[in-house]
Each structure stands twice: as structure tokens, then as C-alpha cells.
């Protein structure tokens, strides 16, 4: 069983499209996070949710936007597609670890490779 | 930013243990240090963590000086399947959140 499911693995799509990528989670994490891969293997913090709830907005630009219909999906939807939009998504979970001490092992799917032609 | 840093590559046979270490001088009392790793551009893995002391568990061992400014993951016996880029990363007190660094190159050989 795959704990942290991403889809679709790949994505190629013309710039100014609107596209979605998809996650869930069967781990029954009350965390999910999306973090961005780019070209340069440098993996950077996007968003992250807690119980449907934004906690973490990492200066992202407002064409991205999350969206959490339950604790278990945290999807990403980004508009008017850009060319510097090409990277590698990775979707994540983790319990909450906000707690000082708590541990937080997060938890990642396999990525979503975006590339915008 | 990443509070950390660590060699850019490194080599080690299979069989022969691989002992990756990591400087974080600006390091908090509260702030535990995790490894990832991630194999060919999968998902990054979780592998260990720790706050003070040394831990060990299936994976690998974590080495944390006294003065907690640096600290070493060991892997007793490397194999080829463990080629990866190996991250040290200091976690955020109070988040969630996980700043990744530059990480290690990881090449096992035959």
C-alpha cells in the first residue's frame, strides 16, 4: 500500500494552462505538505496544511493555490502556467510536529515531474 | 536557509561502513537534527534523528558531538542500493517545516 500517492507522475503541458496535481495520504497524518524540486535538485518548502488548515505559505506566487478537502488530500492547483513552473512536486505528510519534542518523520510520495513547454 | 553544511560528494566501497558528516555551528537547544535521503530523484526518505544523543536504528546510526555542532551518519554496511543524495537538515522549532540543504552525494562502489 503506498503510503503517500501522488498523481499524475508526470505532467507536460503548455504554458498559460491551468493544471492540478493530486494528493493523498493513508498514513492518518494530521500534516501535509507541498514541496518543489527544481532543476538544480534543490528541494524548497512550498506549503503546508493541518487539519484542512493553511500553516505554511513559503512566499509562493498566488497562481498556486492549495486546496484541502479533508486531512488526508492536499491538492495543488496552478494557474496560467510559466515556463520556471518546470520542476519536480513532491506531496508529503507528517503528524504534527509543532509541538516542541514531537518527533515528525514526514513521509513523501514519488513526485510529480511538471514540465511547461 | 539551510543551517547546514556537508561535503559535496563522497565515495565508499560496499560492505565498508559510510560515515557522512555534518557541521550545523549555529545549532538551538531545542533544534533536533534529521537525515533524508533520496535515490534518484524518488521521494526523499527519512532515515534518523536525533536532539542530543546518539541514536541508532535499522537504518543507521547518528553521532552528535557534545557541543552538538556537527554530527555524523553512519552507514555500518553500504551498499549499492544506498547511492543517494544524503541530507542534514536542523528542524524548525515549533514547525513543521523541513529546509533542506545542498546534501551529500553518496557513491557506493563494487
Known amino acids: 500500500d503506498t503510503a503517500v500517492s501522488q498523481t499524475p507522475k508526470y505532467l507536460v503541458t503548455q504554458m498559460g494552462n491551468d493544471k492540478s496535481i493530486k494528493c493523498e495520504q493513508n498514513?492518518?497524518?494530521?500534516?501535509m505538505y507541498w514541496y518543489k524540486q527544481d532543476s538544480k535538485k534543490f528541494l524548497k518548502i512550498m506549503f503546508s496544511?493541518?487539519?484542512?488548515?493553511?500553516?505554511i505559505n513559503e512566499t509562493v506566487p498566488n497562481r498556486f493555490s492549495p486546496k484541502s478537502p479533508d486531512k488526508a488530500h492536499l491538492n495543488l492547483h496552478i494557474n496560467s502556467l510559466e515556463l520556471g513552473d518546470s520542476a519536480v512536486y513532491f506531496c508529503?505528510?507528517?503528524?504534527?510536529?509543532?509541538?516542541?519534542?514531537?518527533?515528525?518523520?514526514?513521509?513523501f510520495g514519488q513526485g510529480t515531474r511538471l514540465t511547461v513547454v | 536557509d539551510a543551517k547546514t553544511t556537508q561535503p559535496t560528494s563522497m565515495d565508499c566501497a560496499e560492505g565498508r561502513a559510510a560515515n557522512l558528516p555534518c557541521n550545523h555551528s549555529t545549532i538551538s537547544g531545542n533544534e533536533y537534527v534529521y537525515w533524508y535521503r533520496q535515490i534518484h530523484s524518488q521521494g526523499p526518505q527519512y532515515i534518523i534523528h536525533?536532539?542530543?544523543n546518539n541514536e541508532t536504528n535499522e537504518m543507521a546510526s547518528l553521532i552528535i558531538t557534545e557541543d552538538r555542532k556537527s554530527s555524523t551518519l553512519i552507514l555500518p554496511h553500504a551498499t549499492l542500493r544506498d547511492t543517494a543524495v544524503y541530507y542534514c537538515?536542523?528542524?524548525?522549532?515549533?514547525?513543521?517545516?523541513?529546509?533542506f540543504g545542498t546534501g551529500t552525494r553518496l557513491q557506493v562502489f563494487p
Open positions: 496544511y493541518n487539519n484542512k488548515e493553511l500553516i
Open positions: 508529503a505528510s507528517s503528524q504534527e510536529g509543532r509541538r516542541q519534542g514531537a518527533d515528525t518523520e514526514a513521509f
Open positions: 537538515i536542523v528542524r524548525v522549532p515549533y514547525t513543521d517545516k523541513l529546509i
Open positions: 498514513l492518518g497524518h494530521d500534516t
Open positions: 536525533g536532539l542530543k
